[in-house]
């Protein structure tokens, strides 16, 4: 009941926050000078199409460009009504993007479940990877098991993504006959999901997982490394190995059990950087995730497109965290208490 | 030394128990604070070497234009894609100094590519303390001395030329100017933010330190990487690279403090009830002085080894978005800049030296990490 009344609690501040990120994201979305309709209504009339001119005004009018910006704000939210009544946000109507002369919704579509599916895979990864490394690291600590794993960490917290992403596809190619760029072969894009387009999805994502995986997987290693090296130099596991308990046993009984703690809970402070890190990697390996498309409309200046991704991006972050802290409770019920307090 | 019957060694020196206590910790319990953190720092042998590399490297950076060869936007239409130039020591047997053979471009028929083949026969001395291409030292004084340059009508590129046929080590040199600075200007603006808001936060509590407290929480719990890109794309675009260059730092610094206030605050939280702030307070010391004279310097060593660590990121993110093209754009020289030119496969297989600027990345970003764990590991001098 507690746990039901907390992950209410929890939901509650997210959307909270996730109406303040809007504000936050409209305004930073309205900073450059200037917009695309004007430029384009300027450009048009110096060129004499007046038709074109007719249609921008129209898409002004359309859209509430022509009121006050926090009238705007609260039209593409949903929170008032604009010309078509409640049309925003939060009604699932997602604008119209300028650049491309199409719904926002139409040329987001497909990318936003293949972006929810490599940020999953890479959290995935990051559990695989950093879970038995770290442990190992601090088990068998100041040895060449320690040493290897902390050079690797530090060489994935240190070594550019799409540095990575290059190299790996590269040798990948090379050795592995891995396919470069995208997500999938060209010929499954707009079709139906089937057991093959899966298949492809799969090994195209082998490489993406990593590049995005990595840093977290390492920052991630350490922390684990850390936790397990203050919990192996208690006493109660010298008493375990002086009762005779085989060693991983021992490890998995008792320290991983409070070492895992910061574990789930540091993948709501990893999440925001692997999404920002998927949006970069996502832009030099022409994944089809929204990573492309932001940037196209950042550079023009496509309101609704770039705010709407802007948005998702957050929001993807925020039920993460969200997810995060109510397993958090899950695995610990000394948390649940304080983590309202503070 | 005697050694007792029954084996075991003792020292022939008489014995005064007060003396070795004495005289073992009196030399600590006296030092000053810097001293016993520099004494502890001294032992993390890979903190203080990457501390080296990186002071060399920032003293450096003034005198860019003296040590490199070449101009940050000179262009040698010759010798475009130039693979890197090894310099000799030794020509036929025959010791002569640092010398380079003169290369000569050549179109390769078949991949439609420059060859550059170079003539063994004819060894060309390097000049050192030459004239070249005109530069500010440190951005004030105009010279155009170099430490070295290429022999008349031969060139030397160290690490290959770029599309342009502009010296890329000479440009590594240049664009280090922008790329380390950028971290030291975000890192201000971020500590700066972080100590301000973190401090009154954590001091006066009650409703501000909420309001703060989810500001914090909102801006930790957003992906960065996308922010930026759209906080810079609304950098205007004919700006002056120097001004794009401060407000990118800007930006960087923005997004960055929450992490520091969070620290911050929770010290603050956790000092606030200490006696000898309560002394303070009931000496009529103002808030702001008891926060600046009496709590800050508890936690600074603290706050500047996590300020070190947080360095690596804003260099990283002034790549990224150089590298994406919106951060710094093509006047300026910085490595994000000279990457954009690596961002294909086909580049990196057919000319690889134009990946280079990754080198210095990833060995200045690795510095920095092992600089900040050192500084932290040693700034409790009285832990053992």
């Known amino acids: 009941m507690a746990l039901l009344r907390y992950s209410i609690y929890r939901f509650g501040t997210m959307i909270l926050t996730l109406v303040v990120v809007s504000v936050l994201v409209f305004v930073i979305i309205n900073l450059p000078p200037g917009d695309y309709l004007s430029n384009q209504i300027a450009e048009l009339q110096a060129s004499?199409?007046?038709?074109?001119?007719?249609?921008?005004?129209?898409?002004?009018?359309?859209?509430?460009?022509?009121?006050?910006?926090?009238?705007?704000?609260?039209?593409?939210?949903?929170?008032?009504?604009?010309?078509?009544?409640?049309?925003?946000?939060?009604?699932?109507?997602?604008?119209?993007?300028?650049?491309?002369?199409?719904?926002?919704?139409?040329?987001?579509?497909?990318?936003?479940?293949?972006?929810?599916?490599?940020?999953?895979?890479?959290?995935?990864?990051?559990?695989i990877v950093a879970l038995p490394l770290g442990v190992l690291a601090a088990a068998r600590s100041r040895t060449w098991v320690d040493y290897t794993s902390a050079f690797i960490g530090y060489l994935g917290l240190a070594t550019p993504n799409f540095l990575l992403a290059l190299i790996l596809y590269y040798y990948g190619r090379q050795y592995l006959n891995i396919p470069i760029g995208g997500l999938m072969d060209p010929i499954y894009e707009g079709m139906p999901l089937t057991w093959e387009k899966l298949k492809s999805v799969g090994v195209h994502l082998i490489v993406p997982t990593i590049v995005i995986g990595t840093a977290g997987a390492s920052a991630m290693m350490q922390r684990l490394r850390a936790n397990m090296l203050d919990e192996l130099g208690k006493p109660y596991v010298e008493t375990a190995v002086a009762k005779g308990m085989s060693p991983a046993r021992m490890l998995t009984k008792y320290p991983l059990r409070v070492a895992f703690n910061p574990f789930v809970a540091d993948i709501g402070n990893l999440l925001p950087s692997m999404v920002s890190g998927s949006v970069l990697v996502s832009v030099v390996m022409g994944l089809q995730t929204i990573g492309p498309t932001l940037l196209t409309a950042l550079k023009t200046q496509d309101l609704f497109l770039s705010g709407f991704i802007l948005m998702f991006v957050a929001l993807l972050t925020l039920i993460g965290t969200m997810i995060s802290d109510i397993l958090l409770v899950l695995l610990d019920p000394r948390i649940r208490y304080e983590g309202r307090e503070t | 030394m005697t050694q007792l019957p029954d084996g075991r060694y003792v020292d022939d020196a008489p014995y005064d128990p007060q003396a070795s206590i004495q005289q073992l910790e009196r030399r600590d319990l006296d030092a000053p604070n810097w001293l016993l953190v520099w004494r502890k720092f001294k032992t993390h042998k890979l903190g203080l070497i990457s501390g080296l590399f990186l002071l060399v490297c920032y003293l450096m950076l003034p005198f860019a234009g003296f040590i490199a060869p070449y101009g940050a936007n000179e262009r040698n239409s010759d010798h475009l894609y130039s693979p890197p130039q090894a310099v000799h020591w030794f020509h036929e047997g025959v010791f002569i100094g640092p010398f380079v053979y003169p290369t000569v471009a050549e179109a390769d028929l078949e991949t439609f590519?420059?060859?550059?083949?170079?003539?063994?026969?004819?060894?060309?001395?390097?000049?050192?303390?030459?004239?070249?291409?005109?530069?500010?030292?440190?951005?004030?004084?105009?010279?155009?001395?170099?430490?070295?340059?290429?022999?008349?009508g031969v060139t030397l590129f160290l690490w290959?030329?770029?599309?342009?046929?502009?010296?890329?080590?000479?440009?590594?040199?240049?664009?280090?100017?922008?790329?380390?600075?950028?971290?030291?200007?975000?890192?201000?603006?971020s500590f700066f933010l972080g100590i301000l808001l973190g401090s009154i936060a954590g001091y006066f509590g009650g409703r501000i330190d909420w309001v703060i407290n989810r500001v914090i929480e909102i801006l930790r719990s957003l992906p960065e990487l996308p922010l930026w890109l759209a906080l810079s794309a609304a950098v205007p675009s004919n700006w002056t690279p120097v001004a794009v260059f401060f407000i990118i730092s800007v930006i960087l610094g923005i997004l960055d403090w929450p992490g520091l206030a969070r620290a911050v605050r929770a010290k603050f939280l956790s000092l606030r009830e200490e006696e000898y702030v309560r002394a303070a307070e009931m000496m009529g010391a103002p808030s702001g002085r008891v926060i600046?004279?009496?709590?800050?310097?508890?936690?600074?060593?603290?706050?500047?080894?996590?300020?070190?660590?947080?360095?690596?990121?804003?260099?990283?993110?002034?790549?990224?978005?150089?590298?994406?093209?919106?951060?710094?754009?093509?006047?300026?020289?910085?490595?994000?800049?000279?990457?954009?030119?690596?961002?294909?496969?086909a580049s990196i297989e057919i000319y690889p030296w134009t990946?280079?600027?990754?080198?210095?990345?990833?060995?200045?970003?690795?510095?920095f990490n092992f600089l900040g764990d050192g500084l932290r590991d040693s700034l409790d001098p009285y832990q053992q």
Request: charge should be negative; include cysteine.
């Open chain 1, 48 to 127: 004499g199409q007046s038709a074109g001119v007719a249609k921008a005004e129209f898409l002004r009018k359309e859209y509430a460009l022509d009121r006050p910006l926090y009238q705007q704000y609260l039209v593409w939210m949903g929170f008032i009504p604009g010309p078509q009544g409640f049309s925003g946000l939060i009604q699932g109507d997602l604008g119209w993007s300028f650049e491309f002369d199409r719904p926002v919704a139409e040329i987001v579509g497909d990318t936003v479940w293949l972006t929810v599916v490599v940020n999953l895979a890479a959290v995935v990864f990051v559990y």
């Open chain 2, 355 to 367: 990946a280079i600027p990754m080198l210095p990345i990833v060995v200045v970003v690795l510095a």
């Open chain 2, 160 to 189: 290959g030329s770029d599309r342009l046929g502009r010296d890329i080590f000479s440009r590594i040199l240049y664009g280090a100017q922008l790329s380390l600075t950028v971290g030291l200007i975000g890192i201000s603006v």
């Open chain 2, 292 to 345: 600046r004279k009496h709590l800050l310097p508890n936690f600074m060593s603290h706050l500047i080894a996590s300020a070190t660590l947080s360095i690596p990121a804003m260099i990283l993110g002034e790549t990224a978005l150089s590298f994406l093209g919106l951060g710094l754009r093509a006047p300026a020289v910085s490595w994000g800049v000279m990457l954009n030119d690596a961002q294909n496969l």
């Open chain 2, 113 to 152: 590519q420059w060859i550059f083949v170079a003539d063994e026969t004819d060894p060309r001395p390097l000049e050192f303390f030459c004239e070249g291409a005109r530069y500010k030292l440190a951005g004030l004084i105009e010279s155009d001395t170099h430490l070295f340059c290429p022999p008349e």
